[in-house]
């Protein structure tokens, strides 16, 4: 194998700049480019940096670990041939001074300047090219100590240093019981990496991220598994027999027995016949056969080294009922060598990628009077070897499947398996070839990003004119007064646009996307019905839960429709066809119970006798609705047989949340869609993106300069220009966090975002003033500022801070509760785990076992579509150094926005001031920290409370202007302005 090693990765960045800087005159600058960027197998990566193995696994006494410093202290001669330390003294050795008199036994070196930088100061080289200033007589000269300098110096420096890094590099042992894999070293000078289509960078970004991912869980599992129980990512367990019911425990300990037989059988085999393939006799078969899979088994949490108790664990877990986990032993040994010389080793990463599978069915606790836990159990059931490995690192099997043996310990690690991304692999691979030999018409959803071709849609004058008559018909139910009435743009949405074959609805937070949309393609299926055209609909988003919202919300329209055809015969016979009320709903392998008038559609394996495949029943239907997620859709055609690709059947299709939703995911969910078919797609790019695991922002390699499919469908679409429909109207938010949204966020996208909301939380006397302040019912909005700064993941201040106000929210006479009442959010498990510990009205306990069934305190991904009476926001980060290295992540704006939105009357931000004062050079943490600042020194600016408490000064801060001011001075369309201050005034809520 072949292993480039950087000092750092600025050393990696200067070397891809400068390729950068010379591909079009120097050949063999894009294919080395190209390279260096290259990803290699997941236990062999192409690239090293040495400071970030320094940190992880060396103790060096230096203060400044430069490559000098660090090379010197391991014995390196820098003047080994040539004294380059005194060449290169300035600025590069000049870190050390010597004692005149050293203690005795003491080393007379000591740290005099810190020189944190590895790179040569570039006085060296204007020096070497001589550029420097001419030194002036009897003048000062700054650049003495770099005249001397030549080209050669240089030149044999830098190879110098290549030498020092190899020193350096020898010090790491590396890890003996890892062997890497090789793979093939291209030519250079025709070496191409950059992808040609877009389909090619799709499938490069799927591939990048599961690199990404499996890199991460690698060096977790690096990691001691007490470390990583501490950090959320693992259990240590112990299986006992007493704990086991006695059949589980009996077939277990004969499944040893017959393994042992087996093993006894293959080995003589082996033995006779080398160079043959095993074969049994159905007798031995019989004799040694066994399996595991299917059986349950009480595994004991251990917390012996642990620097936790077993309630600190149980709250710290990510681990929930259902997850796939691998179950490994704690120690294991190299079963190649002689007994005698076997020790005792931690496994490495890649041994517990083929560990054993299982499925975490509950966790149980014990717990004594006082109702701290005693003992604890997760139930698991074994997985068996099902599944195999994956060519491209998706999948890995279970190799030596074993019985458990009694009083042995075991971790459980998350399956690193990724079945979801295989399954968008498989898609990705199939369009590379397709589009490789035949561009085009190949996917409706692709073929519009990658044109973008025109397509036309077949949709007549009577299909549009029974289109708007639906919309007649809302019109006439809203006049008698059973109906609420639909905004211009809810309307432009439900009535027009059936011609077109991309649609984007921006829809911010609370505007009832989903509620519209199901009037949207009830009316398209009428004018579908009116013109005589088939209409087969898939609605679809990122989640099970996401993808039933939309779902609930058509069963309820269709009800709805259903009461006013019994209450309103005339109008309804009037305006809508009676066929829109009989269009079969399906849902696709459906994970909870289903509404009424829902047909579910189950996998392939689940089918009752004589039930028809999910592809076949949709198909022998010309008008219908199918609820599917992106995967539920594969699996579909997969049951089916064939393509993948190809099965051109549905007419329709509608993506909700497409601003969570990445581009391998809408191809897969678009894989039933005919050519000309209708693309609804809603969403909102000021949310939360999709989740991935690499940092795209900062990715260097070409394809993704040149194509950036790593972004959501939305985004990908709106560079394109579709027609669009943005919702203004919030039913959810108070007014005055709709009006900090309108002017701070979406004034960007034009939308006029407001809401009739007034209801504010019940005022209440509270003896802590401090608390009093806080819950202030005049104020919407509450900035809570401390000076704490020196917290990172977990911040015990805020935790102590924000515990009164939480438990005042959960009491009289409020009585929010964790599922609808009050929400809080943070960036960290650890805060999290440290609040649901302080505060337990924060949780719901499962009466059964013990653990929190259902927490208030989750992370902001958590809580987006969700929303509570009340929100707190504990920033919890306050260290600045921290701060500008993490503030990509907690400065978002996306995020502030979400939490902010997921509040109906409170919402409550407390952080350390060193938020709000951050300042960054860098341009984007520099827009970023702009939302946070504004919130506080723009909209909430009166201040409540001021004071100390626990040792540090803390001030309350909230909102000052009315609804009504703000709207008169920064409305941004008159019309919504005049609407929304009648609203404010008193008009009737009619949602």
């Known amino acids: 194998p072949i292993h480039l090693i950087f000092f750092n990765r600025f050393d990696q960045r200067l070397l891809l700049d400068a390729l950068s800087r010379h591909f079009t005159t120097i050949l063999e600058a894009t294919p080395l480019y190209d390279f260096v960027t290259q990803l290699a197998s997941f236990d062999s990566p192409i690239v090293t940096f040495l400071d970030e193995e320094i940190r992880e696994l060396k103790n060096f006494p230096m203060v400044c670990q430069s490559l000098q410093a660090v090379a010197a202290f391991l014995g390196f001669d820098w003047n080994e041939g040539v004294k380059y330390r005194e060449i290169f003294r300035a600025r ?40 420097l200033p001419i030194a002036e007589q009897a003048k000062r000269d700054d650049f003495a100590s770099y005249r001397g300098t030549t ?27 890892t062997a890497k894999s090789s793979f093939d070293l291209p030519d250079l000078s025709v070496f191409e990496g950059m992808a040609h289509t877009l389909a090619q960078a799709i499938d490069e970004f799927v591939t990048v991220e599961r690199h990404v991912e499996l890199a991460d869980w690698k060096s977790r599992r690096l990691l001691a598994p007490e470390r990583r129980v501490l950090a959320g990512d693992a259990l240590i367990v112990r299986y006992l027999e007493e704990d086991q019911d006695p059949g589980a425990a009996e077939r277990n300990r004969e499944n040893a027995c017959r393994k042992d037989i087996r093993d006894r059988i ?14 049994l006799t159905k007798e031995q078969n019989a004799e040694c056969k066994w399996s595991q899979e299917g059986m349950i088994f009480r595994l004991r949490l251990e917390c012996a080294g642990v620097d936790c108790d077993l309630d600190e664990i149980l709250r710290l877990t990510t681990f929930r009922e259902g997850d796939y986990l691998c179950l490994f032993e704690r120690w294991t040994v190299d079963s190649r060598l002689p007994e005698a010389e076997r020790k005792p080793f931690q496994p490495t990463p890649k041994q517990l990628l083929y560990a054993m599978r299982v499925t975490l069915k509950r966790v149980v606790a014990e717990r004594n009077a006082s109702g701290g836990a005693v003992r604890a159990f997760a139930e698991v059931e074994m997985g068996g070897q099902r599944g195999g490995t ?27 398996n990724d079945w979801y991304g295989f399954f968008c692999a498989k898609v990705t691979e199939e369009l590379c070839g397709l589009e490789a030999s035949s561009p085009g018409a190949h996917n409706a959803v692709y073929d519009r990003l990658a044109g973008p071709r025109s397509v036309r849609v077949s949709w007549p004058p009577q299909a549009e004119a029974a289109q708007l008559r639906f919309l007649d018909g809302l019109d006439a139910l809203q006049r008698t007064g059973v109906l609420h009435p639909f905004d211009d743009r809810q309307r432009a949405y439900i009535a027009e646009y059936g011609a077109e074959a991309t649609l984007l609805v921006q829809g911010p937070p609370g505007t009832g996307k989903s509620y519209t949309t199901a009037y949207a393609l009830l009316a398209r299926l009428q004018g579908a019905f009116s013109a005589g055209l088939d209409y087969r609909v898939i609605v679809s988003a990122k989640t099970h839960a996401a993808t039933d919202v939309l779902l609930k919300k058509l069963v309820e329209v269709r009800h709805l429709l259903l009461e006013m055809r019994c209450k309103h015969p005339e109008i309804f016979s009037q305006h809508f066809d009676e066929h829109v009320l009989s269009v079969p709903l399906f849902r696709a392998a459906p994970k909870s119970k289903l509404p009424d008038g829902v047909r579910a559609l189950p996998k392939k394996e689940d089918r009752a006798p004589g039930e028809p495949l999910a592809l076949d029943a949709i198909r022998v239907e010309p008008h219908c609705i199918v609820a599917a997620t992106p995967g539920g859709v594969y699996r579909m055609l997969k049951d089916k047989g064939g393509s993948l690709f190809g099965r051109e059947l549905c007419d329709c299709l509608v993506l909700d949340e497409a601003s969570q939703m990445n581009l391998p995911e809408a191809i897969m969910t678009s894989l039933p869609l005919k050519r000309e078919a209708r693309l609804i797609v809603v969403g909102d790019h000021r949310q939360m993106p999709p989740i991935v695991k690499h940092d795209w ?40 966090m709709a009006e900090f949204l309108r002017a701070e966020v979406y004034a960007q996208d034009g939308i006029p975002y407001f809401s009739r909301k007034r209801e504010k939380l019940l ?43 939480l438990e005042a929210l959960a009491g009289q006479p409020y009585h929010l509760d964790p599922r609808h009442g009050l929400g809080v959010v943070v960036p960290h498990r650890a805060q999290r785990a440290a609040l649901q510990e302080a505060v337990p009205c924060l949780s719901t306990l499962d009466p059964t076992t013990g653990t929190i069934s259902l927490s208030a305190v989750d992370t902001v991904e958590r809580f987006q579509g969700d929303e509570r009476d009340a929100i707190m926001v504990s920033a919890t980060e306050s260290d600045r150094d921290y701060l500008l290295l993490s503030s990509d992540f907690l400065l978002d704006p996306r995020r502030l926005t979400v939490a902010l939105s997921r509040a109906k009357h409170k919402m409550i931000l407390v952080a350390s001031r060193s938020v709000f004062n951050l300042f ?33 000064w803390v001030e309350v801060w909230g909102n ?17 302005r005049e609407r929304a201050v009648e609203w404010a005034e008193g008009l009737l809520d009619q949602r």
């Open 266 to 279: 293959v080995a003589e085999w082996r033995a006779e016949h080398p160079d043959e393939r095993l074969k």
């Open 151 to 177: 080209r050669e110096n240089l030149e044999g420096f830098h190879e110098r240093r290549l030498e020092a890094l190899e020193h350096v590099a020898k010090d790491f042992a590396g890890n003996k019981y």
């Open 92 to 131: 590069m050795f000049d870190f050390w001074r010597k004692l005149d008199e050293p203690p005795p036994g003491e080393t007379p070196w000591y740290t005099s300047r810190a020189r944190f930088n590895s790179q040569i100061p570039l006085e060296y080289a204007y020096a070497a090219w001589d550029q």
């Open 763 to 805: 005022p209440s006397e509270q003896a802590d003033p401090f608390v009093a302040s806080v819950l202030a019912a005049e104020h919407t909005i509450v900035v809570i500022v401390h000076n704490e700064d020196g917290s990172m993941l977990r911040n015990p201040f805020e935790q102590r801070l924000i515990t009164p106000v």
């Open 390 to 416: 994956s060519d491209r690192g998706f999948t890995f099997g279970t190799i030596n499947e074993r019985p458990l043996d009694p009083g042995e310990l075991y971790t459980l690690d998350s399956d690193p």
């Open 960 to 976: 000052g202007q009315t609804l009504k001011d703000e709207l008169s001075t920064n409305a941004v369309d008159v019309a919504a």
């Open 920 to 952: 960054s050079s860098d341009e984007e943490t520099f827009a970023n920290s702009q939302l946070w600042k504004k919130l506080l020194r723009k909209w909430c600016t009166v201040k409540v409370w001021e004071g100390e408490r626990d040792g540090k």
């Open 697 to 736: 922002s900062k990715e260097p390699r070409r394809t993704f300069q040149e194509f950036r499919s790593y972004e959501s469908l939305f985004l990908a679409l709106l560079p394109l220009a579709p027609p669009m429909v943005k919702l203004a109207e919030s039913f959810r938010l108070h007014a005055d």
